[in-house]
């Protein structure tokens, strides 16, 4: 069974440019999340997904952060304009029915260095 | 905001010894699971432990779970080189709609095990 995966896997941009990123979910996950993780910290949850709706996006920083899940598999994150606190690992996580299986699972990430 | 602190920060200890991991947090919870991540890799989920349990055991790990503390702990049996890693806690809110979804992880414990 295939993993979560992410594209990409590393991206160095300076500030200001804008920055997306791409995940897909193990087939048949209906809920996808999407984390950011600074160094040495752990992930804080951004925004999840049930299906193609967000259902918890409080701390999504809206004025430059946005997010799709179109037909409710793959997932967008971006970020428009980035700045340089947005340096950080972005974890995307998919589980098969948040309500009922709380076992989350992790795709490698990608690493954001905004010069 | 992250609700639960690992301790200790790090852990050195040689292949063959025993890690013991613990976890504090602030709120009710449902359900507390256990993660690790390797060097720049993803989090990989180890053990989840529901509210109602004290003690659950999978492979050489072992995780203890004291709500009236609201504490945890993560005991690594016999390590290997291999467990060297970040371990984070993450604890699921209560209530159903939350359990799977509001995951607030620790900034982990890093477990660096010596040949």
């Known amino acids: 069974e295939a993993g979560v995966v992410q594209s990409p896997r590393y991206k160095i941009i300076e500030k200001k440019q804008p920055v997306a990123f791409w995940c897909n979910p193990i087939s048949g996950h209906n809920t996808l999340y999407w984390y950011r993780q600074n160094l040495g910290q752990g992930p804080e949850l951004l925004i999840r997904?049930?299906?193609?709706?967000?259902?918890?996006d409080s701390q999504l920083p809206k004025d430059r952060f946005s997010a799709e899940r179109l037909k409710g598999v793959d997932s967008t994150l971006k970020i428009q304009p980035a700045e340089l606190g947005d340096s950080a690992v972005y974890l995307c996580a998919s589980s098969l029915d948040s309500r009922r299986s709380y076992e989350q699972y992790f795709g490698p990430g990608t690493r954001l260095t905004v010069t | 905001s992250q609700q639960g602190e690992e301790d200790p920060q790090a852990l050195s200890i040689q292949e063959g010894e025993n890690a013991t991991m613990n976890c504090s947090y602030k709120?009710?919870?449902?359900?507390l699971q256990w993660y690790r991540q390797n060097s720049g890799r993803g989090l990989v989920h180890l053990i989840l432990i529901r509210s109602n349990e004290r003690e659950k055991h999978s492979g050489r790990l072992r995780v203890t779970l004291d709500t009236s503390k609201k504490s945890s702990s993560l005991l690594i049996t016999a390590s290997r080189a291999a467990d060297t890693a970040s371990y984070f806690c993450a604890t699921a809110m209560i209530g159903s709609y939350q359990a799977g979804t509001a995951l607030i992880f620790g900034k982990g414990t890093t477990l660096s095990v010596s040949s």
């Open positions: 709120t009710s919870i449902n359900n």
């Open positions: 997904y049930e299906n193609e709706e967000a259902v918890d």
